[in-house]
């Protein structure tokens, strides 16, 4: 029996990574399959693995460069030749799932999102300010064939099951590819978030500067209000954003994982102020003992309660401030441990054990051997522990 996997692209370890990460403990000895590989930016798990990558590996700082290849990434990943395997896994956010299998192999699809960047965020990343007048002319002419391709290959024919990382995104498969999804939930490394909680006076935010993440938005209300807001990570619209800031916000790059959790620990709380497909920095933070501010949209909805963090409902600057501001007036609200109990949830090895078994129901369904899907679990570095 041979398992494939198969990964958009890995240019370094954000939520869907160490998804795949999880899936790779299950199957340690499979191949994976990616568009992009950028060497010494994977853990060790996912470094040590077999990999087999896209023509456009070679050229030259493709590492920075391989989103604007995303009209040919459908007719790479069909390039991509799956013929020797039974088993077949891909996680998938953009085009991974659209791979080739045999006609009798299982292929099952974890589904980050639909493509944002063609559906429902289009305008989050070609609207009018969002990109230049040719780049937005240039996605409005692909904007369809990408519709039509990504509908094609989401269907029995390509994909066996679908798995969706929240019901939001389960709701957006329904919508999008007219089929229906398994919900099973990421996970936060809960081990790390152990330090005592300390909380004071700075506002955090943690992730990638994304259009849809709107970083804009939490930088436009932290100025308003004058308080202190931090911001780890970088991203694509990095620049913009950091023009906007004024004298209370501060940018802190890149940081370590042990630079991290001590600001989880110290914030007043965690702002969360995008439509997330799932979203693991509010798990992070409530698993720090941090009450969370979140859209109530999205999969921050379906994560953060009533019990560990502050809910807006308008997507505005004066939605967030007004949340901010019931945050200022009761700091000390929200209980840590019914934060990190909330947290407890979200394991690693609930999700490992609840994705086993989905693939168990799908192997069987499709009338395979059970024996050989049994043995690979058994000799699986999760069969060992």
Known sequence: MKVALVHDWLTGMRGGEYVLEAIAEIFPKADLF????????????????????????????????????????????????LSDYDLVISSSHCVAKGVRKRPDAV???????????IWDRFDDYFGPGKSGFLTRLAALSIRNYLQTWDRSVSQADRVDHLIANSQFIADRIQEFY??????????????????????????LMVGAFAPYKRVDLAIEA???????????????????????????????????NAAIVDLYAKCRAFVFPGVEDF???PLEAMASGAPVIALKKG???????????????????????AAIQKMESDPLRFSPDECRARAKNFS???????????????????????????????NSWIGKK
Do not use: C
Not at 107 to 112: A, L, R
Not at 178 to 197: C, K, T, W
Not at 224 to 241: A, H, M, S, W
């Open 107 to 117: 292929h099952i699809s974890y589904v980050h999102a639909p493509m944002r960047y």
């Open 279 to 281: 979203g693991i920095t």
């Open 299 to 321: 999969g921050g909805a379906e994560t953060v309660t009533e019990k560990t963090g502050i809910f807006f409902q308008d997507q505005t600057v004066e939605g967030l401030m």
């Open 348 to 378: 690693k090895e609930r999700f490992q054990r609840e994705f086993m078994d989905a693939i168990r129901k799908t192997w069987k369904d499709r009338g395979k051997d059970p024996g050989a899907l049994e043995t690979q679990f058994e």
């Open 34 to 81: 990616t568009l992009v590989h950028a060497p010494g930016k994977l853990s060790p798990i996912l470094t040590t693995m077999k990999k087999i990558v896209s023509p456009i590996q070679k050229l030259p700082r493709i590492q920075d460069r391989y989103r604007h290849f995303l009209p040919v990434m459908p007719k790479l990943i069909e390039r991509f030749d």
């Open 178 to 203: 007219g089929r229906s999804a398994q919900v099973i939930y990421p996970f936060a490394d809960l081990e790390r978030f152990q330090q005592e909680r300390k909380p004071g006076r700075n506002y």
């Open 222 to 256: 932290f100025n308003r209000l004058k308080l202190p807001l931090l911001i780890v990570g970088g991203g694509q619209d990095g620049e913009k954003v950091k023009k906007l800031a004024g004298p209370t916000v501060d940018f802190l790059g890149a940081l370590s």
